[in-house]
Each structure stands twice: as C-alpha cells, then as structure tokens.
C-alpha cells in the first residue's frame, strides 16, 4: 500500500519509521509542519518528522495549511492509497480527507472517546486516570469521532509524566499502527462507530495552564506537575522570578523523606527547606520538591537550589 504519513513531533517518529521498514508498505510522501527558527542566529529547525523523512530521502511537504493547493497536488503526484496522521499538529479539511482511496487514520493517545482533543496524555494524568491507551481511528471532518480500527491499553504509573507515558504509548503505537495499516491493506479491518457515552475533552494546554496553583490539595498538585512535564513545563513565581519545577512527591508528615520529616501546618506556597530535603505547603499537608530550574540556569537537585538562593525562611512561592 503506498502510504501518506503527516506529523511533527518526536511521538510520531516512531510511527513513520515502523511504516518506512514495513515490506508490505512504501511511504511515498510527508507532510510536516513548517521549519521553526530558534536561536540567537534564528536558525530554521526542521521538526523530528522531517529529519527522519530527509534521511530516508522522502519528498517531504511543509504547507502552511492542509488546505493549501499544493497538498492535493502532491497526493496527486504520489499517487498514494492511505494517509496515516500522527500528531500532526493541524487540521485536515474535507477535501483532503477524501482525496485518497482509503482515506486518512489517526494514531490517537487516548482510548476514545475519552479524551479527544490536543493533549490527552495530558488530561489523562491530571485527571488521576489509571489506565489509557490509543486509538486507531478513520479521520473524519468532527475532532477525533470517527470510527475506531482498534485499540491497545496501557498502565499509569505512579510516577509517570506526560513524556515518559507519551513515550511508551508512541513505541507500542507504531507496531499497532503498521498492523492496522495491514489488515486494512488486507480488507481484513473494518472500524466501529464511538460509543456515545464517555466522551471526554482535552484542550491544547497553555503556559498558563502550567503554572501551580498551590490552594490546590497535594495529590492534585503532584498530577498536575507530572502532566506538565516536560512540555509546557510546571512552573511558580518566587518574587519576580519564574521558577520551574519537576515531579514533586506527596510528603505525610509522619514520614520520612530523604532522611527529614516532612513539616506540619505549612500554608499554601510556603517554602521550608531542609539539608536534604525541600517542602512546599499545599491545600492538604506539604509536597516534597524533586528539581528547580531557576530563569536562565540548569535544572538543579531542590536542596541545591535552597543553599544557592539563601532562602530566609519566610518566601512562598505564588
């Protein structure tokens, strides 16, 4: 089956290199999101997708929009059979969905209809989900309703963050991906309409989104934080510097962690650091803080960054 992959971000990778080893499969094209810029010398940055299609020397397109001419003439040119979408990053309109034989799939990170949207690891994680997964689905003109090829199930770890989950789910995804790619090729596979029940959203997050809200009860913190990393990344304000923060862990007072007791009665925000060991008060008890990263500096162990900002014993973060 000649193929049609369109996505950006490294979770995709996976995907397109699973399709470019298949025997059964030739990528004919790619459709990425255009070159940023980055740096002093603002040096355009091909996304992990093109890379991989540039070092397997596929033509690769980078339009503005889906919409725009060119990406109908291309799937002309090509001559293509499916289009298979991993985080691409942008809408597909009618027209394009309907310009190949067997239309286009989605690899989805969320077990449909839960989740549907831009961010559902994400979601997944702040919502305190056990389990998640991912959809292959048929793309249609709705956000992610259409009907499902397959699904596989995957566990949340306690510690997880939305980059070591989003990981896991893209490597087992790829394997999936290419086996739906076969049975579809196959006329094996038909998919099967959403249930209706359990639809659930999960927007685009911001950088606002990112920040700690510390009224918050800790639990909701510690998720909120694991969700947020590493992209856009957790952040709290010390004065009138943006702090970043890494996975925290849930202290009980009764416990001991890294060698101290976790402080009582600290109030929202506030900061109580230790020889070993950083607190912050929260809604409910305190969190342990795992890695600052001060505005312009490296990510540094908490105790570290304690000793290095010569805290007072009065700062609350905000």
Known sequence: MRVVFAGTPQPAVPTLQALIDSDEHQVVGVITRPDTVA?????????????????????????????????????????????????????IPPAVLGALPYGWINLHFSLLPAWRGAAPVQAALAAGDELTGASVFALEAGLDTGP???????????????????????DVGAVFTRNVVDG????????????????????????????????????????????????????????????KLGPVLVADHHELVNGSVAPKDLAPGQISAGKKAVYVG???????????????????????WARGARLQGEEHFA
């Open 39 to 91: 740096g002093r010398g603002r040096t355009a940055v091909r996304s992990p997708i093109g890379r991989l299609a540039d070092e397997h020397a596929l033509e690769v397109l980078t339009p503005a929009k889906m919409s725009d001419p060119e990406v109908t003439e291309a799937l002309n040119r090509w001559n293509a059979d499916l289009g298979v979408v991993v985080a691409y990053g942008g809408l």
């Open 282 to 304: 929260t809604a409910s008890g305190a969190v342990q803080l795992g890695w600052v990263q001060p505005p312009g500096k490296k990510p540094l162990a908490a105790a570290d």
């Open 148 to 170: 499902v090829f397959g699904t596989f199930t995957e566990r949340i770890q306690d510690s997880d963050t939305a980059g070591e989950l989003l990981d896991r789910l893209a």
């Open 184 to 243: 579809i090729a196959a006329d094996e596979l038909s998919p099967v309409p959403q249930d209706a029940d359990g639809v659930s959203y999960a927007p685009k997050i911001t950088v606002a989104d990112a920040q700690v809200r510390w009224n918050l009860p800790s639990h909701l913190i510690n998720r909120a934080i694991r969700a947020h990393t590493p992209a856009p990344g957790a952040w709290t304000q010390l004065g009138e510097a943006r702090i």
